[in-house]
């Protein structure tokens, strides 16, 4: 009789546990993600990041679609035969008002390439889509400092979700930026502003296009996803006029690009001699566009180089460049020397501490100081960095976050008698109106990534 009982328990377990795979199999979790086990599984290499599409399959978005399909194979072909890889893995997020996945997520860039060629756009006529959520999606499931691009012809029905987008940004440290070939015709409604925070705060940009267009921004893609990419300056402008910003070159710099998007945009490069530099004498024009302006410096000459924008509206000014600096950075409430005891983010109004690690820092190269900048390129606070002897640890001195959206950009002296020379990160803290618990996270600074 016991075995009888134990036999009936045994196979109600059975049936219970066959049942229960069945409802997992058909749950939203498996029927959304491709290769979900695999990018759990897998090792990641230490400052590895991930090439995020997040694509509007609305019908009106089938130009668009047959572009990116051709410019992902030529971009995957350029990642795969670089020697540093900048990628280790894929993302795919298709959205359609009211769906958004299947989700996919590999390793595999044939894999990448079919489930982009699979994507079918269809219905339509209801501008606002449900954009905002599949972002949130896509930086939840990318590494650290990844890229993340957004085609879209439409503004955000679910602007509801920013908050928690520019928290994943600030946690996670990457860059978005915005591919539009249309906007719903409304800049000022609360679901395209959304684009417009979410590219600000990830020191990414926004991008409108005519939709025979979007090629020559993947072209752009294809050149700029590189290892070792570091924010040299990012600024939002809010009117249209002309403005001159200087940058210091060191030798570690091996290119950098300017990229501006807005109204007419007008970029001069000025090299430390004063000289103008065009095409003839370095300069690629890698996009020239009526709103959009990109241009590439490969070997600069180190010194104090200018910069001068000029648009017709309110515009943003992206700086990146190539170098062998890579950093770690956290916040604590302490003076500490364990990154493992700081935070990715400070507490607001209270006193703060900066504890940074800089990799491949050739002496007797050092940093003398960070400085708090606005998102407008003012500067907030100066505030001194102390090398602990016999390391590349640095601690800034205490002080207290400002209480609005800031950059952190740390002033590189390539030796001890030389004039400042310094790299923007790509960090930008966001403001609290609530005590946070310390959790230990130290994070990644690497490339354009950033925030």
């Known amino acids: 009789m016991m075995v009888r009982r134990i036999n009936y328990v045994l196979c109600i377990l059975f049936i219970f546990v066959c049942s229960l795979f069945v409802v997992c199999s058909g749950s939203v979790f498996a029927r959304n ?4 086990k695999e990018a759990f599984e897998e090792d990641i290499p230490q400052g590895a990041s991930t090439l995020a599409f997040v694509f509007d399959i609305t019908g009106s978005m089938y130009d668009d679609l047959v572009q990116v399909i051709e410019g992902a194979a030529r971009i ?3 990642i795969l035969a670089r020697r540093e890889k900048a990628i280790h893995n894929y993302v795919l997020v298709p959205f359609h008002d009211p769906d958004i996945g299947p989700v996919t997520i590999t390793s595999d860039p044939d894999l990448f390439q079919r489930h982009l060629k699979e994507l079918y756009v269809q219905g339509g006529g209801d501008c606002p889509e ?51 070939t249309g906007d719903c015709g409304n800049h000022s409604h ?26 020559e921004v993947l072209n752009f893609v294809r050149v700029s996803l590189q290892a070792r990419k570091v924010n040299l300056f990012a600024v939002d402008r809010k009117a249209g006029d002309l403005k001159e910003f200087e940058f210091d070159v060191d030798g570690s710099l091996r290119e950098f690009t300017v990229s501006v998007s807005g109204e007419s945009p007008v970029v001069t490069v000025i090299n430390s001699k004063g000289e103008v530099i065009d095409q003839s004498k370095g300069l690629f024009e890698l996009l020239n566009h009526k709103n959009i302006s990109i241009v590439n410096i490969k070997d600069p000459e180190p010194g104090r180089w200018k910069l001068r924008v000029n648009s017709g509206g309110a515009h943003t000014i992206r700086a990146t460049g190539l170098s062998k600096i890579d950093f770690l950075h956290g916040f604590s409430r302490q ?4 990154l493992k005891e700081t935070y990715h983010r400070p507490l607001k109004g209270a006193p703060t501490y900066l504890l940074v690690n800089a990799t491949d820092l050739p002496e007797p190269a050092t940093f003398k100081n960070v400085k708090i ?3 407008e390129g003012n500067s907030l606070q100066n505030i001194p960095l102390h090398r602990f002897p016999g390391s590349n640890l640095f601690n800034a001195t205490k002080f207290f976050p400002p209480d609005e959206y800031f950059y952190l950009k740390f002033y590189h002296h390539p030796s001890l008698n030389h004039h400042e020379d310094y790299f923007e990160l790509s960090l930008i803290i966001l403001k609290y109106g609530q005590i946070m618990r310390m959790t230990p996270e130290p994070h990644s600074l690497q490339g354009s990534h950033g925030p």
């Open 76 to 78: 995957l072909s350029t």
């Open 190 to 215: 609360p679901g395209y502003q959304a684009y417009e925070r979410i590219a600000s705060t990830s020191s990414g940009q926004v991008f409108h296009l005519m939709k025979s267009d979007v090629d």
């Open 373 to 375: 900048i606005d998102l």
């Open 33 to 36: 993600y491709y290769g979900i």
């Open 130 to 180: 449900m954009s905002i959520g599949a972002i949130k999606l896509a930086l939840e499931v990318s590494l650290p400092s990844s890229h993340i691009y957004v085609f879209t012809d439409a503004s955000s029905k679910d602007y509801y979700l920013l908050n928690d987008v520019l928290k994943l940004i600030q946690r996670k440290q990457s860059q978005i930026v915005f591919v539009m």
């Open 335 to 338: 003076p500490t020397e364990n």
